[in-house]
């Protein structure tokens, strides 16, 4: 899923991730089987009356799967006569030519309790759905290759919660911004300030520059009865990346305390929920940190923070870095240890008007975040 349309920038990224699937977690599904194979089928008589998902970055020490996810559903039986059914989580292949260990699928550390009591799932391949089995409310074909299953049983009217947990990774690519949000992005995904003003050839190329996403599949979900009643899925990405550098999509219900939050009700999922995140290259001329190069860029990204329910203090904080970043106080703990990147040649003295501009940027964030007292 690399697009290598630029050189790498000048300062330490993470290794790119290849990956031939999608970088994605799922909500719980309805299964049936022949033999060692499951498929994906609507499952008319137990309905998802709520679920929470709780998806975090794990950091350094995360790996090749660094996002953790902490999942619970509730599950009602609608029928008035004992259920039992076999219930799932999608798992994918990471390398699809690859060796056919455990390393070769997406999931890894599956856990799952029902009603605080550890069960133990079995992994099995998937097959596409024969013929009508309600493949019309589940995921597309790519997330069936696999999937860990296990066997619920309802008394009548019953109700059973379920629980998840789980590590997966993420696709990162070197550019450009299109290559995790596709050639025609959705307007939730053109929000993102430098779609709405262009980068400067000079400063910083969001645009142009390294992206990864994380997505959660939702419409796996869409297997169960009847829209899903409350749902909230929360990601909270690597606390070094500053908010100005992540894009939801769809946008988020809100941007709170470190977290990018979805909650819907009565909902039948007909997108993923992802979260994008930006890496940009330095132009000829761009020094230290990825900052907003002008007051338009400042502007344009507080659009999109109304759009997405950023909270004052999640603006304060994009306040904060952006003034260690363009003041070059690079040790400052607000911006994560991250490696500046020297001036370009000689360059030792900013441009002319930089602290202006400077002011002026932390002018429109102030202003914005005195709206949200």
Same mark, same amino acid.
């Given at each position: 899923?690399?697009?290598?349309?630029?050189?790498?920038?000048?300062?330490?990224?993470?290794?790119?991730?290849?990956?031939?699937?999608? =970088?994605?977690?799922?909500?719980?599904?309805?299964?049936?089987?022949? /033999?060692?194979?499951?498929?994906?089928?609507?499952?008319?008589?137990?309905?998802?009356?709520?679920?929470?998902?709780?998806?975090?970055?794990?950091?350094?020490?995360?790996?090749?799967?660094? #996002?953790?996810?902490?999942?619970?559903?509730?599950?009602?039986?609608?029928?008035?006569?004992?259920?039992?059914?076999?219930?799932?989580?999608?798992?994918?292949?990471?390398?699809?030519?690859?060796?056919?260990?455990?390393?070769? #699928?997406?999931?890894?550390?599956?856990?799952?309790?029902?009603?605080?009591?550890?069960?133990?799932?079995?992994?099995?391949?998937?097959?596409?759905? +024969?013929?009508?089995?309600?493949?019309?409310?589940?995921?597309?074909?790519?997330?069936?290759?696999?999937?860990?299953?296990?066997?619920?049983?309802?008394?009548?009217?019953?109700?059973?919660?379920? !629980?998840?947990?789980? *590590?997966?990774?993420?696709?990162?690519?070197?550019?450009?911004?299109? @290559?995790?949000? /596709?050639?025609? +992005?959705? =307007?939730?995904? !053109?929000?993102?300030?430098?779609?709405?003003?262009?980068?400067?050839?000079?400063?910083?190329?969001?645009?142009?520059?390294?992206?990864?996403?994380?997505?959660?599949?939702?419409?796996?979900?869409?297997?169960?009865?009847?829209?899903?009643?409350?749902?909230?899925?929360?990601?909270?990405?690597?606390?070094?990346?500053?908010?100005?550098?992540?894009? =939801?999509?769809?946008?988020?219900?809100?941007? *709170?305390?470190?977290?990018?939050?979805?909650?819907?009700?009565?909902?039948?999922?007909? !997108?993923?929920?992802?979260?994008? !995140?930006?890496?940009?290259?330095?132009?000829?001329?761009?020094?230290?940190?990825?900052?907003?190069? &002008?007051?338009?860029?400042? *502007?344009?990204?507080?659009?999109?923070?109304?759009?997405? /329910?950023?909270?004052?203090?999640?603006?304060?904080?994009?306040?904060?870095?952006?003034?260690?970043?363009?003041? /070059?106080?690079?040790?400052?703990?607000?911006?994560?240890?991250? @490696?500046?990147?020297?001036?370009?040649?000689?360059?030792? &003295?900013?441009?002319?008007?930089?602290?202006?501009?400077?002011?002026?940027?932390?002018?429109?964030?102030? *202003?914005?975040?005195?709206?949200?007292?």
């Amino acid at each position: 899923m690399s697009a290598s349309r630029l050189p790498l920038p000048r300062l330490l990224l993470p290794a790119l991730l290849a990956l031939a699937a999608p =970088p994605a977690a799922a909500n719980d599904a309805s299964y049936h089987g022949f /033999g060692a194979a499951v498929f994906l089928a609507r499952e008319a008589r137990v309905r998802m009356e709520a679920e929470t998902v709780a998806i975090r970055h794990l950091g350094a020490e995360g790996g090749r799967r660094p #996002w953790a996810v902490e999942a619970t559903f509730t599950f009602r039986n609608l029928a008035d006569v004992p259920v039992t059914i076999r219930m799932g989580h999608p798992d994918w292949r990471v390398h699809q030519d690859g060796p056919a260990g455990d390393d070769a #699928w997406a999931l890894a550390d599956f856990r799952v309790s029902v009603d605080g009591t550890d069960v133990s799932p079995a992994h099995q391949d998937a097959i596409p759905a +024969p013929g009508d089995a309600g493949a019309d409310r589940a995921p597309p074909a790519d997330f069936r290759d696999g999937a860990w299953t296990w066997e619920v049983a309802f008394p009548p009217g019953g109700v059973r919660v379920v !629980r998840n947990t789980y *590590r997966f990774g993420g696709v990162q690519t070197n550019g450009p911004y299109a @290559a995790c949000v /596709g050639e025609r +992005p959705s =307007p939730d995904a !053109r929000r993102a300030f430098w779609r709405q003003v262009p980068d400067r050839r000079d400063g910083w190329r969001f645009d142009d520059g390294l992206c990864a996403t994380a997505t959660y599949l939702v419409t796996s979900g869409r297997t169960w009865a009847g829209p899903i009643g409350r749902a909230e899925v929360s990601f909270q990405p690597d606390p070094s990346a500053p908010p100005h550098l992540w894009v =939801p999509e769809p946008a988020a219900t809100e941007i *709170r305390d470190g977290r990018v939050v979805w909650r819907f009700t009565d909902w039948v999922p007909d !997108r993923e929920l992802s979260l994008h !995140r930006v890496m940009p290259l330095p132009g000829d001329a761009a020094a230290g940190l990825p900052a907003f190069d &002008t007051v338009d860029q400042a *502007r344009a990204w507080v659009v999109f923070a109304r759009a997405n /329910g950023c909270d004052r203090a999640t603006v304060m904080r994009v306040r904060a870095w952006t003034a260690a970043a363009r003041d /070059g106080r690079y040790d400052d703990p607000v911006l994560g240890g991250l @490696a500046p990147v020297p001036p370009p040649g000689d360059a030792t &003295t900013r441009p002319a008007g930089w602290d202006r501009a400077t002011r002026r940027i932390l002018r429109v964030l102030d *202003r914005f975040a005195e709206t949200l007292r």
